[in-house]
């Protein structure tokens, strides 16, 4: 008889002895192999044999045919996210591990930090990623042995090239703001865990309801994805958008967009606007009689500050020469002393602000305070009190041999000075001889008040020549005016 013959034949015994027990069906071990069926009915007697020689219906798992393997690329997450049974239950056991990746933390909750590349064993698992500083961390997996723990439920990853120059970076930012940098120097390395981060970041978020992105030290929550077409709040008490307000933005936008192009291709209009602006602007001089622009004190060329004073000599002046001359004659190192810098400042603020100035208020009290803005005052002046264009004739004038000539030629050219120059330095060299009849109580001389007053009462337009050498004859300049005043600003004449 023939195998075919046989494998279909179908033995049946009826036990009347126990209906009560359902047949079992069974399949002898050479049908199931070559695909036949042989079906039988099992009694209580021949249990025994029957078995020693014949497999239940319900098939093991190893006699379960191989279920045919797909071609479908996959990544490693999406076989292992499902779990054994396959059910997406809650599984934390590592999906890529033992793989040194480098790792560059740059945010922390959305304050910046310090990129700093570390080599770090990294461990992938459902919803998180671990770093650990080395392998043996990993494997011992001590308490406080994690480096850093990145939550992957609502983060975002994207390719980026532009936080840093290495090559084959992502980036990956959590829903609480902080920011990691993960490169490897080979580019399936990095498509591999990239892929992997960003299948279990998709399954997680999706898992956990589509759990919106928070700002960073907020408790505020931002739909993720909020911009993109389609998308629904994941909040079921999220209030529907208004379509006229959004209609509204839409069309603000657009006018917006356009009115900004037209600008841009009109800016001969913007320049005329702008001239038009400039040419109704007030002239300084109107903002001056309004008192809204003040003409300073120091700092003003000589013949201006006499011409809006009405006079040839600053007032300024006067108010320090007659200080002087009250209370500070005597003074020990008088116009030598330095006095406060700060104390001066002031009391030139004062003076450009044209507020009344008394320089007998006790907070002037310091002679040397006055003193030393009398001198700040002559050292700012535009043009020095020897006119930039007299300084080359004075060095001549004073190199001349013969004394009387040479205080001719220092009286001619003196009298060539503007009027508020010439009228200026006579009260000036006046006082300063005053000051020399004090000489055995301020111990001040001749030669003092030259070093004193010479650089500050003249220098040179241009810094040429030598500097030591011009301040040789800028002191012997003005020592010489001092000890001839009388003869050169005809002092004795009433």
Known sequence: MSLEYTCVCVVI?????????PPVIVLPQRA????????????????????????????????LPQKPISRHRRNQSQHDVLGPAGGGADVCEPLLTGEHVN????SESGKKQRKNWTLMWSVLTSDQLLFYKEMQQAATQKTGSKVDVVPLCGAMIEWTTEKSSRKNVFQITTNTGSEYLLQADSYSTAAKWYDSIRANIDSSTK??????????NSTEYLP???????HVSASPNAKPRNQAHRRSLNVFSSSKLKHSAS????????????MKFINRRPSMRTLQEKGLIKDRVFGCHLLTLCQREG????????????????????????????????????????????????????????IHVVTGALKMFFRELPEPLFPFRFFQPFVEAIKIKDSKHKV??????????PKPNQDTMKVLFSHLLRVLAFSRKNLMSTQGIGIVFGPTLMWPELDAGNMAVNMVYQNQIVEFVLTESRQIFNLDRK
């Open 13 to 21: 015994r009826m036990n009347l002895q126990s209906p009560a027990k």
């Open 32 to 63: 199931v192999a070559q695909g036949a069926v042989q079906l039988r009915i099992k009694s209580s007697q021949s249990s025994g044999d029957r078995l020693s020689q014949s497999r239940s219906m319900v098939l093991q798992e190893s006699d």
């Open 207 to 216: 898992a956990a309801g589509g759990l919106p992105l928070r700002r960073s």
């Open 408 to 417: 001719q030629e220092v009286k001619k050219l003196i009298q060539e000075l």
């Open 224 to 230: 993720r994805h909020s911009s993109l077409p389609g």
């Open 103 to 106: 790792v560059a933390k740059i």
């Open 263 to 274: 600008d841009g291709g009109d800016k001969n209009g913007v320049k005329n606007r702008l």
């Open 311 to 366: 006079a040839t000599v600053p007032r300024f002046v006067h108010s320090c020469l007659d200080a002087v001359e009250k209370r500070g004659l005597e003074a020990d190192g008088i116009y030598r002393v330095s006095g406060n810098l700060a104390t001066i400042q002031k009391l030139r603020f004062v003076v450009d602000q044209e507020e009344h100035l008394d320089l007998d208020h006790s907070q002037w009290e310091d």
